[in-house]
């Protein structure tokens, strides 16, 4: 597939991400695809990758991803955003604190036949923290 293709169906994925489409996500995996994500000790496998996208949602109302930018170099496609948010149920164990997030990412996934095989996501995880409350915000 082309460069250009390859941003697509990236694109695409955030969007379902957005729609909390959790079947298109879920299409978009390969069968041996690996998420690693900061906030998670292991990768996540295709199930526990769709399963944190469900809970992302419900504790973080209107959640949108917003792509910034995006290149595409062989297999792999990056980019750069921010996700915003509302707070509003449980997250990673933080009661609901009805702050605003956003928060910015940078996000590599490699590509396989239109599919993810390997993704790497960057968050700004103090930032998000601290919007959380759950960690105080400089002075």
Known sequence: MSAEQNK???AGFFQAMTDRDFDKIAQFLAPDHQFFFPLSPVPLGPEAH???????????????????????????????????????GEFNGLPPTGNQLDV?????????????????DSLDTLTMMQQLGAVPAPE
Do not use: Y
Not at 52 to 60: D, K, L, T
Not at 61 to 82: C, N, S, Y
């Open 50 to 88: 769709v399963g944190m996208n469900q809970g992302f949602g419900v504790s973080i109302e209107d959640v949108t991803w917003h792509i910034e930018d995006q290149m595409a170099v062989d297999d792999k496609v990056i980019t750069r955003g921010h996700i915003t948010g509302k707070h509003v």
């Open 8 to 10: 697509q169906l990236v």
């Open 104 to 120: 910015k990412f940078i996000n590599i996934v490699q590509l396989r036949d239109g599919k993810n095989i390997n993704e790497w």
